[in-house]
C-alpha cells in the first residue's frame, strides 16, 4: 500500500489549473472519500468510479481510500476527474504502474460500466496544461479528434477504465496520436452569404467593408425590409481567416460551450445571432455552478449581431459595456472569477420606432416623436457611444433596383482580398506596438503619438466636439474609422476627406 498520484485539469472559464490527484489506501472501514474542494458532481465520483472499476473487471479494494485532490483550496467542479482518480486508486494498490499513471495527465468522465463518455471543455484543459508543460494526455475515445488540434501533445485515447488500465499495466498499448503540429488544416468553405447580393446603400456597403478592415463595431438603423440583417449577415465572409492562437480560442469555447468542435480547428470567423429574449446569462455567459460561456464569448473574433436592438433588456445590452472596452468578459461569483475572451465585432441593428415606418418613403409612422424617443433611448447612450460606425439603411427603390441588375457589385471575394490588403497595411504601421487593429489603438496614441494629424485635417471633428455633437470617446473613434479608409484608399495617412467620412459615418443617422 502507498500513496499514487497523477494529474487533471480544473477549469474556471477559460483558465485551466493543475490539480494533483492523490490516492491513499489505509486500514478502515471499506469507504471512499474525495477531499479538496469537490462540488456535488465530483463528490458523486465514489459511488461512479467504484462501480465502473467493478464492472470492468478493475474492483477497487475493500479498504478505507482517501482521494485528495490539490490544490485543496482551488474549486473543483464536474465530472471530469473520475478517470484520474480511479487511475491514482489502481495504482496506489499496486495493480497498475505508479510510475506510468504520474507521467500521464487523464481527463474523463466514468459510466458505471466503465465505459469513458465524451466530455466538454477537452480542448482548454489540454491547451492549459500543455502551457503547464505536460506533454501526455489520456482522454475518452469520443474527444481524439478535439485533443488532436493543440501541437506538441501526445493523445493517449480509450474506450473504457479497463483500456486505460491495462495500457498503464504495460500489457498492451493502445493506438496513441500525435497531435496535430502547427494549423495545417485549414476550413476553406466559401460564405453561404455573398456581398453581392446586396442592392443600392453604397454607403452601408463602405461601412461594412470599413468595419471588417479595422475591427469595428456597427450599428444599422433603418425601416423593415432595408437589408440590416442582409448587411449584417455578410460581415463574417469579410474577414480574414484566424490565425492559429485565435482559431484555437475559438475552438475551445466552442467545447466549453458544447457546440462542438470540428477535425480542424475553427479557422473561419463566428457568427452568432441571439434571439432578443435573451438574459444576461445567455449573452454574457453564467451559471450557477458551472460558468459556461455566453453568445458573447462564443463570437469572440467573429460577429455578434443584435438583431431588433431596442427589443433587448436595458441590462443585457449595457452588460456588453465592458467587454466592448477591454475585450475580456469577467464574470464574478464570491469565491471565483470566470473570463472568457470577449474581442468581438458588435453589429446592432433597430428600427427607427415601433412601428418601423419612420422615415421610410411612401409609409406613414404612426408613433409619436415621444414613442419614437423611448423606443431608441432603450440603446443607452454610453453603449452607442462605443460603437464606431453608425449608419442609416434605406429601402431600395425600383430605380435601384434595376441598376443593381446592370451595374457591377463588390463580391464576397473581392471585398475580403480588399480587407486582408488593409490589415498588411495596419500590421506594418503597428509593428512592436502590440496592437494589430485601428479598433484597439488607444485614442491617446492618436491624438498625441506618432500619428497625430495636422490640425488643419481635424478641423471639422474640432468643430463638433466643442458643439457637442459627438464626445471625446466618440472624437477617438472617428480618427481610428478615418485611419481604416486610408488603409483601404493604401494612403499614408487618413486626408481630410478620410476625416470627413469618418465623421459622416458616425453621424450619417443624425444627418
Not at 470540428?262 to 445571432?273: D, I, K, N, Y
Not at 431600395?396 to 463588390?410: C, K, Q
Request: some cysteine.
Amino acid at each position: 500500500m502507498m500513496v499514487a498520484r497523477t494529474h487533471s485539469v480544473a477549469l474556471l472559464g477559460m483558465t485551466g489549473s493543475m490539480v494533483e490527484v492523490e490516492a491513499d489506501i489505509g486500514n478502515g472501514l471499506p469507504t471512499l472519500m474525495i477531499i479538496g474542494l469537490p462540488d456535488t458532481a465530483l463528490s458523486d465520483a465514489r459511488d461512479r468510479v467504484r462501480a465502473a472499476a467493478t464492472n470492468c473487471g478493475c474492483a477497487l479494494p475493500h479498504s478505507k481510500i482517501t482521494v485528495n485532490l490539490s490544490p485543496a483550496a482551488l474549486p473543483k467542479h464536474g465530472s471530469t476527474f473520475d478517470l484520474a482518480i480511479a487511475m491514482a486508486i489502481l495504482a496506489a494498490e499496486g495493480t497498475i504502474s505508479a510510475e506510468s499513471v504520474a507521467g500521464v495527465v487523464h481527463l474523463g468522465e466514468l459510466s458505471l460500466d466503465g465505459r469513458l463518455r465524451p466530455m466538454n471543455g477537452v480542448l482548454p484543459a489540454i491547451a492549459a496544461a500543455a502551457r503547464a508543460g505536460y506533454r501526455s494526455f489520456m482522454v475518452p475515445e469520443g474527444n481524439r479528434h478535439e485533443a488532436e488540434l493543440v501541437p506538441g501533445v501526445v493523445i493517449v485515447p480509450v474506450v473504457s477504465l479497463r483500456d486505460a488500465a491495462i495500457y498503464h499495466a504495460g500489457a498492451f498499448e493502445p493506438v496513441v496520436y500525435e497531435a496535430i503540429q502547427g494549423h495545417d488544416a485549414h476550413d476553406t468553405r466559401e460564405p453561404h452569404h455573398e456581398l453581392a447580393d446586396v442592392v443600392g446603400n453604397p454607403d452601408a456597403v463602405l461601412a461594412l467593408v470599413a468595419a471588417a478592415a479595422g475591427g469595428h463595431h456597427m450599428f444599422l438603423l433603418g425601416p423593415p425590409g432595408a437589408g440590416k440583417t442582409m448587411l449584417a449577415s455578410r460581415l463574417p465572409g469579410l474577414l480574414p481567416d484566424l490565425d492559429t492562437e485565435s482559431a484555437l480560442e475559438v475552438s475551445s469555447v466552442r467545447s466549453l460551450a458544447g457546440a462542438g468542435v470540428p477535425r480542424t480547428l475553427a479557422v473561419r470567423p463566428p457568427f452568432e445571432s441571439p434571439h432578443h429574449t435573451a438574459t444576461a446569462a445567455a449573452l454574457i455567459g453564467g451559471g450557477s455552478r458551472l460558468i459556461r460561456p455566453g453568445a458573447a464569448a462564443r463570437a469572440s473574433h467573429g460577429v455578434l449581431f443584435l438583431d431588433e436592438a431596442p427589443e433587448f433588456a436595458v441590462s443585457v445590452l449595457d452588460a456588453l459595456r465592458q467587454p466592448l472596452e477591454s475585450g475580456v468578459i469577467s464574470i464574478h461569483r464570491a469565491n471565483a472569477v470566470a473570463r472568457f475572451p470577449g474581442s468581438f465585432q458588435l453589429v446592432l441593428a433597430a428600427n427607427p420606432c415601433p412601428c418601423g415606418q419612420y422615415g421610410a418613403a411612401e409609409s406613414k409612422c404612426t408613433c409619436s416623436p415621444n414613442t419614437r424617443r423611448r423606443y431608441l433611448a432603450r440603446l443607452s447612450g454610453p453603449l452607442l457611444d462605443r460603437i464606431d460606425i453608425q449608419v442609416q439603411v434605406r429601402r431600395v427603390t425600383a430605380v435601384e433596383l434595376r441598376l443593381g441588375d446592370t451595374e457591377p457589385r463588390l463580391t464576397t471575394v473581392e471585398a475580403r482580398r480588399t480587407v486582408e490588403l488593409a490589415r498588411e497595411r495596419m500590421a506594418r504601421r503597428l509593428e512592436g506596438t502590440g496592437w494589430r487593429l485601428n479598433s484597439q489603438v488607444p485614442g491617446e496614441w492618436l491624438r498625441s503619438g506618432p500619428e497625430r494629424l495636422p490640425h488643419s485635417f481635424t478641423a471639422v471633428l474640432d468643430r463638433a466636439l466643442e458643439r457637442g455633437g459627438i464626445t471625446m470617446r466618440g472624437y477617438d473613434r472617428i480618427l481610428r474609422v478615418a485611419w481604416t479608409l486610408a488603409d483601404l484608399d493604401g494612403a499614408d495617412q487618413p486626408s481630410p476627406e478620410h476625416v470627413g467620412r469618418a465623421l459622416y459615418l458616425r453621424k450619417s443617422m443624425s444627418a
